[in-house]
């Protein structure tokens, strides 16, 4: 079933929000984007941990996550080999027979022409695959080391075959298949995600709402509808996915303009005139973070840079990156090389850093990337640094957010806020959204009507970075006074750049001087 991007009224960020992620997005313009932190989320735990996968709650709580700027998605995808598709649902869907008013059954002969699951594996561990990789950032390491997959799994028989599936109605009327503890659409797979990626790409594709996506797929196989609680059975031979069937393939033909790929990347790399440098018109990717050769034949290249978002959204018009996660030893045959032209692999946009636990975390001692007398970027590697919430923890979640945030590590959460899906209840999500900003102070930029009647509206025009104990580093607005001297970030406003105009860090302290209509620092002689 086609899902379309439709989040509830009231989900998109107000003003004030809006401009605070607008303003982030666009000081972020040139870093590379495995540098640049944002809050991530699994779609297992937000909205389908009530055991529903139902096709317009599923569309609702996807949309409404995209809305409050989730930017990371973990998705979970079970390989069914009786419909020979990704499903979102754990369990493999019979094929059936009979409707809704007089009841649904197994399809016996339409089963039998399959190779039907009758038995399952009693093995559930699960590991990362182990893939080709092209060379990560945050692994550039001599001693490092791609994990492997156990398949060593033994099967044994299952129940027999029921003579019914029950059935419960859906949220707009449609039937739903009661396995085990879990209701499922017959119609909700991966190409309803891949749908409703391509209708929100569609409706953010101008400069103000345009945003970068990243994919991380969990790959499982479906477990039997005999046994719903059973363990899957290995998937191989012909059970094994086709070409045009795999993850990779599928991504590819939905979003073919979308995608950024690792073949991409490796071509972008390879010659920096040809690709992020080739535009002397916009603003180009900060070469400060990565290293940067030149060969032979005076070509620019780089082992292991990333471009800047900029440069990504605007010149390259890519707005989706997809990665491996966890994969279970059931689908280790899975033809993981094919789709590695289109899917980075395990690791590659995600690294773990040691000693840091979210759960445990009030301020961060050891493991933060900021060190406020470091000046040279190459001295710590935060590339594609994130941390995990897996369980509740009784320090604050907004506190602890900000903490990983101001040390250069995105939040992703994994557990159900509250105790309930992200359709039903949109408050606790939003908060964790909104404390994964990287650069406004909490509560800031404060608004003029809320501040007192005695200041006028002009003098809230400035934003400072405040590295004063109470900020950290983090923008405020100040209150302007005529006379007050800062260094000022400044536009060029005959270059257009990226979402707005040039910004450059002035090298004199200016005075700030009244002009109406207009606001503007004056640099002495």
């Known amino acids: 079933m086609s899902l379309i991007y439709k989040p509830d009224v009231g989900t998109l960020p107000d003003e004030q929000w809006e401009t605070v992620y607008l303003s982030s997005r666009d000081a972020s313009a040139e870093v590379p984007i495995n540098f640049i932190t944002h809050p991530g989320v699994h779609l297992t735990q937000a909205c389908f941990a009530n055991g529903i996968y139902d096709d317009v709650p599923a569309q609702t709580c996807i949309s409404n996550l995209l809305a409050l700027q989730f930017r990371r998605f973990i998705l979970d995808l079970y390989w069914d080999t009786i419909n020979r598709q990704f499903t979102l649902c754990p369990v493999e869907l019979p094929p059936l027979a009979g409707n ?4 649904v059954s197994v399809d016996v002969s339409a089963l039998s022409s399959l190779t039907a699951t009758t038995a399952s594996s009693t093995s559930t561990t699960s590991t ?21 997959i156990s398949t060593n799994v033994t099967a044994s028989s299952t129940s027999t075959m029921p003579a019914s ?7 707009l009327g449609g039937v739903l298949l009661e396995l085990g503890g879990y209701q499922c659409s017959l119609d909700l797979n991966f190409g309803s995600v891949l749908s409703l990626l391509d209708s929100f790409f569609s409706n953010t594709s101008d400069t103000l709402s345009v945003r970068l996506a990243y994919l991380d797929i969990n790959l499982h196989a479906a477990a039997p509808f005999v046994a719903p609680g059973d363990p899957a059975l290995n998937v191989t031979g012909q059970k094994l996915p086709g ?48 290293s940067e ?23 390259d018009s890519r707005r989706l990156l997809a990665s491996w996660g966890r994969v279970d030893p059931q689908m280790g045959e899975y033809n993981f090389q094919d789709d590695s032209i289109n899917i980075f692999p395990a690791g590659y946009l995600h690294s773990n850093p040691n000693n840091v636990s979210a759960n445990s975390i009030e301020s961060i001692e050891n493991g933060c990337f900021y060190h406020s007398g ?98 950290q580093g983090h923008w405020r607005v100040e209150i302007v006074r005529v006379g007050i001297e800062l260094l000022v970030v400044y536009q060029d ?3 257009i750049g990226f979402f707005r105009h040039q910004q450059y860090l002035s090298q004199q302290r200016p005075t700030y001087v009244q002009q109406e209509p207009h606001f503007n620092y004056r640099v002495r002689d």
């Open 293 to 315: 050769e030149r060969d032979a034949s005076n070509t620019n290249h780089t082992p292991d840079g990333w471009p800047g978002e900029a440069w990504l959204l605007l010149t």
């Open 128 to 148: 990362s695959a182990n893939i080709p990789a092209l060379m990560a950032r945050q692994t550039l390491s001599a001693n490092s080391t791609t994990p492997t």
């Open 165 to 171: 599936i029950p059935t419960t109605t859906g949220a």
């Open 100 to 103: 809704a008013s007089i009841g």
């Open 374 to 471: 470091d000046f040279d970027l190459s001295q710590d590697n935060s590339s594609w640094a994130s941390v995990t919430f897996n369980e509740t923890t009784s320090i604050s979640l907004s506190d602890t957010i900000g903490n990983l945030t101001a040390c250069g590590m995105s939040s992703i959460l994994n557990l159900t806020l509250s105790g309930t899906v992200t359709q039903d209840n949109l408050a606790p999500y939003r908060s964790f959204a909104e404390a994964a900003i990287f650069g406004w102070a909490r509560g800031e930029p404060k608004n003029f009507s809320s501040t007192s009647s005695s200041e006028a509206e002009d003098d809230h025009r400035c934003a400072v970075i405040d590295s004063t104990s109470g900020f």
């Open 243 to 290: 070409l045009d069937e795999m993850v990779g393939s599928q991504l590819s033909s939905a979003l073919p303009r979308a995608l950024f790929t690792p073949a991409q990347l490796q071509d972008d790399r390879s010659d920096l005139g040809r690709s992020w440098y080739r535009n002397s018109a916009s603003r180009s990717t900060d070469t400060s973070y990565f």
């Open 493 to 495: 406003n005959l270059t």
